[in-house]
């Protein structure tokens, strides 16, 4: 899996590229926690490029938004392909995350 990041205006974007499973679960989960901690949780993931999801890849996405969470927001996720949606809803997550069509839309529900 590859990482990018960037900012936009105050807000700080991480584009994981690839399936979110096994191994890179975890550099994931810690990507998302060294982006809220550093920005006070304005952070969006666009997982637009992340067309599945194992059981370790869930989990780090759950353990990052419970992260974020603690700094008094949700972790907002664009570009949710469909089956990834429909893993979060069938593990009854869907509620714990926010979402977006795209960065842009993501960042400006920071206004």
Known sequence: MRFSEYERGAVKVLKPEGPLRGDDAQEFRDRV????????????????A???????????????????????????????AEIVRQV?????LSPEFEYFANVNAAVRSFL
């Open 50 to 80: 992340v067309q599945y999801v194992d059981s370790k890849g869930l989990q780090a996405l759950v353990d990052a938004g419970e992260h974020v969470l603690h700094t008094g927001r949700r972790l907002k996720l664009c570009g949710v």
């Open 88 to 92: 979060l809803d069938l593990t009854e």
């Open 33 to 48: 926690v060294e982006m809220a901690d550093g920005n006070s949780g304005r952070c969006v993931v666009d997982v637009s």
